[in-house]
């Protein structure tokens, strides 16, 4: 039986397609379906055994990015989201899903409603698309097992540093292996947004929820890479690990 | 009946004007005399809505009148009659072409060409000029909020897969004192426009991956802004058609007071008072946007509904008009206007009517499906709400809570327009090229030019677009070593699970046509194609789309190098075997100086965009040059033609020998790339365009991260000057790399097409680009990184 993997839609989310393709390339049975399914009681979140927000512009961002949807996730669907996270189901959030998992709690800290860290407004003050480089740290994320070397994805966002209340809080990310991925490099363009310790991604106290900015959606194929065209680039793009990881792990639960 | 309006009836000439006048109708006296013989004829006046519906299905916006006109044109004192520049020229060369994987041409809200044996691609380029000059951000934003909708709108609904922007400013360094009164910096103006393409285009998961900036000092007044749209079609959803008894569903955004009389309002100049025209310009949320398209894609693949349509220009009532009206049978409509969702209270039945409030489409609907199609979009957080239905009574009746509030028959509404003649001049203008000696350093001619507007890095814009999302942007806007370098097209693989893939170009220069505007639509036309061969597509898949933004018709001037113009794309196209699928015209792009009473008009702008279906993306091509030991080619004939070139330009001359299209020679030198590109005898390959060869084997060096080592042959310059050589901007030529290995494959491919080329040299690992003369004399000798940082500087904002 193939892992059932629900892309979460709602307005203004729109890497959803991309993102169940990947998961499908991964060997779930992914599915999109929009929130209004689950609060209309349609559909239960029980039915997947993994979670997946994708990024966009949930409800344009309009108070801050990804905030709507984690007040949504928060106070409409509370219940049902504790009882995942709880059943150790993997959850990924990328980019404006990355934003949504750090305001409705669940990032760094693993609670849900408690908003310890944030997404900020990157450096340059703008949004920007361009390829990075990412470097993997010792970390305990489920998704990024097996990444040993440098990988590239791109980023595309305005908000995307990643901030905490104080070193105090990082330091603790770090030695408890929530720290997944570093932008590689030193500051602007290869930091592209000015996050903290060049932090890319990072996952829950139990590594079964992660959060990053660059988007391994995009990074399934060898053509989707911005050098194919001069450089012996594999067929299979570097982004598809990380959903093969989630799905082998959520296979074994 | 509920009259709004001043009687029509019995109003003198005088009088006509001025009601035309204070309504913002934009109807001439012709047309009004038009209006009041069909309304004496009914024996009543029109009311507002009424003349309001007329003036906006009449306007120029709407209904192209100079394009499909009569026009008594002369060139040079030779006189002709054009009738319609639209049927003769454009449409004209499409049925001599006559290529049957063009499955949809100008009869849609966007072209469709053939992708495969399944899908199409619509594509569709549309501008937002006057909006954009008065409120940048709203106006282009907007500006592609209203193209994305018209390929929802194509056919049944296309998926849209990309966006394409060329931009048209004023000089981004203009001291203010020079800014006309009224006039926003063509910096500021630059910053708006690009931050609502962003926000838009990012917002609706649209990657924005083509496009092109182009600066003078005539668009300061005048921005112009292209925005286009392409989308993903089945070819079974291609066809249309209305059914009396049709609901009309009105789907997506609510209707509110903004954008009132865009239309209108963009049939006319701009003047300094124009900047208060706030709400002529409409409010966009691409979130509605979003969820409306996601919805309607459902529905489409269900077969809820019969027809679709974009409420653009005139809003409701361009859309149930024209959905209304049939040429085959009588046609017709009847609305209950108080049954559209608004945004507030308190809007008069005409405004409703005429609202271009963004985000919103209309449906006819089967009504066994009402039922069914509301719970789809209810599902999806989407607004919608039946407005009446399609009739066959052949009257456009609209009502307001019971009362009738305009009752219009079809066929005046839509045949009614007088027939007009325009007057069109063209005469070839008295210049002549600059005599000049030679420069002494032509290290420091290249880079001057590298950073002249125009020919300058655009990775500010180019970056703050999500040219990712969808993951099928397979060939970047930015390419090569460090993601920086220009490429010439792009290609969108839009099924992941499909090799298939579609080659997006453009091309444009107005600075032709200040010399011959018939050399500039051909040089165009050139450039798109040859941006297509240089990345693996081939002109025999390529179709066209046409859009002019061009002065007031009205001036027999400008009407004259616009009908010059057209006249280049017919004959350019027809030699290629390209045809346009889909077009566009702004005209009235004038600013009028409130001291001085007089009108300055933009240099006519023809935008050429391309679109080109392969098989295989795999066998596609950058422009970077890739290692060293790779010999260079320069594929085409260069010729001493430096009229209206970037060189002249920077010598502050424009010339008069305009660079002409072989069209024998043409088709040589882009077959032979592209069939050396599909075959992969090619590492890169850059079309030659403004800057010339100079420019080309530049940025082909530093987005490689490599120099190179030139030596022009004595056959390829056939005697002249270096300078001329390097900076000529004949067309038809592209820079080529490929490995030593595969030269010989090459050469045969050249060989087989008749394509002049001449071996310059090799790609180096020393980032040197070096040029010698036939002699062996070093005449330009430049680090690839100062010639790269030199080209980046302009725009490092």
């Given amino acids: 039986m193939r892992v059932k993997a629900l892309i979460l839609r709602a307005s203004g989310i729109n890497c959803d397609v991309e993102t169940e393709r990947a998961f499908t390339a991964a060997g779930a049975d992914a599915e999109r379906v929009h929130i209004r399914r689950f609060l209309d009681g349609d559909r239960e979140l029980d039915e997947f055994r993994i979670l997946a927000i994708p990024g966009g512009f949930s409800y344009g961002d309009d108070i801050a990015a990804g905030k709507a949807l984690a007040n949504e996730l928060v106070h409409r669907m509370h219940e049902p989201l504790r009882r995942f996270v709880e059943a150790g189901k993997p959850i990924l959030g990328v980019c404006n899903g990355f934003q949504v998992l750090v305001r409705a709690g669940l990032l760094p800290g693993g609670e849900l409603g408690t908003q310890t860290a944030s997404l900020a407004w990157n450096d340059s003050g703008k949004f920007e698309c361009r390829w990075t480089r990412l470097k993997p740290a010792p970390s305990r994320s489920i998704f990024t097992k097996g990444i040993e070397t440098e990988i590239e994805l791109p980023v595309a966002h305005a908000e995307g540093k990643f901030l905490t209340g104080g070193d105090a809080l990082l330091d603790a990310l770090e030695a408890n292996g929530q720290v997944a991925l570093r932008y590689a490099g030193e500051g602007y363009p290869a930091v592209p947004n000015g996050s903290a310790r060049a932090i890319a991604a990072v996952c829950d106290p139990s590594g079964v929820v992660m959060g990053m900015m660059p988007h391994p959606e995009r990074f399934i194929s060898r053509y989707q890479h911005p050098r194919w065209t001069r450089e012996p680039i594999p067929e299979e793009g570097a982004g598809l690990t990380i959903f093969r990881n989630a799905v082998e792990y959520a296979q074994a639960l | 009946m509920d009259v709004g309006m001043p009687p029509v009836l019995k109003a003198s000439d005088a009088q006509l004007e001025a009601i035309s006048r204070e309504g913002g109708l934009s109807l001439n006296l012709n047309e009004m005399r038009a209006v009041q013989a069909h309304f004496q004829k009914i024996g009543r006046d029109p009311t507002d809505v009424e003349i309001e519906t007329i003036a906006q299905t009449w306007s120029e916006h709407c209904v192209h009148k100079t394009f499909r006109g009569r026009i008594e044109y002369e060139e040079n004192g030779r006189r002709e009659q054009i009738n319609s520049l639209l049927k003769t020229y454009i449409f004209g060369a499409t049925e001599r072409i006559g290529r049957d994987d063009c499955v949809s041409v100008f009869k849609d809200n966007a072209g469709v060409i053939r992708l495969d044996d399944e899908y199409g691609i619509a594509f569709k380029v549309e501008t937002h000029n006057h909006p954009s000059a008065v409120e940048p951000y709203g106006g282009a934003g907007t500006g592609i909020g209203g193209v994305i909708r018209d390929i929802l709108g194509t056919g049944l609904g296309a998926k849209p897969i990309l966006n394409t922007d060329v931009f048209c400013f004023g000089p981004h360094d203009m001291p203010m004192q020079k800014l006309p009164k009224g006039v926003l910096h063509p910096k500021r103006v630059f910053k708006g426009v690009v931050a609502g393409v962003r926000d838009y285009g990012n917002r609706m998961g649209i990657p924005t991956a083509n496009g092109a900036i182009f600066f003078d000092e005539r668009y300061t007044a005048n921005p112009i802004v292209y925005c286009g749209c392409a989308g993903l079609i089945p070819l079974n959803r291609v066809e249309k058609s209305v059914q009396p008894g049709d609901v009309i569903m009105a789907v997506g955004g609510r209707t509110g007071r903004d954008g009132i009389h865009g239309a209108t309002f963009s049939s006319a100049e701009l003047d300094e008072t124009s900047e208060s025209l706030g709400s002529v310009v409409q409010i966009g949320n691409p979130i509605v946007e979003k969820k409306m398209a996601d919805a309607l894609l459902q529905a489409r693949d269900e077969g809820l509904f019969r027809c679709i349509t974009d409420c653009g220009a005139g809003g409701f009532s361009s859309a149930v008009g024209e959905m209304g009206h049939s040429p085959e049978r009588r046609g017709g409509a009847e609305a209950h206007l108080e049954r559209a969702p608004l945004k507030y209270d308190g809007l008069a039945p005409w405004e409703i009517w005429l609202s271009e409030a963004q985000e919103r489409m209309v449906l006819a609907v089967p009504p066994e499906n009402e039922a069914r199609l509301k719970a789809l979009l209810a599902a999806e957080d989407v607004e919608a709400a039946s407005l009446g239905h399609f009739t066959d009574t052949g009257r456009l009746i609209i009502k307001y809570r019971g009362k009738t509030v305009g009752d219009l028959d079809m066929e005046f509404l839509h045949n009614g327009l007088p027939d007009i003649a325009k007057r069109a001049v063209w005469k070839a203008p008295n210049r002549r090229d600059p005599v000049f000696d030679e420069p002494d350093n032509l290290t420091e001619t290249l880079t001057a030019l590298l950073a002249m507007p125009n020919i300058a890095s655009k990775e500010w814009a180019v970056r703050q677009y999500d040219h990712e999302v969808q993951g099928g942007v397979v060939v970047k806007p930015l390419q090569g070593r460090d993601h920086d370098g220009p490429g010439n097209a792009c290609v969108v693989q839009p099924l992941l699970d499909r090799p298939a893939g579609v080659v997006f170009a453009n091309g444009m220069n107005p600075k032709y046509g200040d010399i011959d505007p018939y050399w500039m639509a051909a040089l165009a036309i050139d450039e798109a194609l040859r941006n297509v061969a240089a990345t693996g597509g081939s002109r025999q898949r390529t179709a066209l789309l ?25 004959d350019i196209a027809v030699g290629f075997g390209t045809p346009f699928i889909s077009g566009k015209d702004s005209l009235y792009n004038e600013y009028r100086d409130g001291e001085t009473g007089e009108s300055a008009a933009i240099p006519g702008t023809l935008l050429i965009s391309a679109v080109c279906p392969i098989d295989d993306v795999s066998k596609t091509l950058t422009m970077d040059a890739k290692a060293p030991g790779d010999v260079v080619y320069l ?29 024998d020679e043409a088709r040589r030198s882009m077959d032979a790339v592209s069939q050396a590109a599909a075959e992969q005898q090619l590492r890169s390959a850059h079309d030659c365009s403004e800057g010339g060869l100079a420019v080309a084997l530049a940025e082909t060096a530093f987005a490689g991260g490599f120099g190179m080592n030139i030596r022009i042959p004595e056959e390829a310059a056939r005697g002249m000057r270096l300078d001329e050589f390097l900076f000529s901007e004949s067309p038809s030529r592209f820079v080529v790399t490929c490995s030593p290995s595969q030269e010989a494959e090459f050469v045969k491919t050249l060989k087989a097409h008749g394509a002049e080329a001449h071996r310059l040299g090799v790609v180096a690992e020393r980032p040197l680009l070096v040029v010698q003369d036939a002699g062996g004399q070093t005449r330009l000798s430049a680090d690839i990184f100062a010639l790269k940082e030199a080209w980046q500087r302009t725009f490092k904002w």
């Fill in chain 2, 546 to 570: 046409d859009n002019f933004s061009w002065g007031n018709p009205d001036k027999p001037d400008r009407l004259g190098s616009l009908a010059r113009a057209a006249k280049g794309c017919h």
């Fill in chain 2, 635 to 663: 594929v085409g004939r260069t010729r001493k033609e430096l009229g209206g070139s970037h060189y002249y330009a920077l010598r502050g001359e424009i010339g008069a020998s305009v660079p002409r299209v072989r069209l």
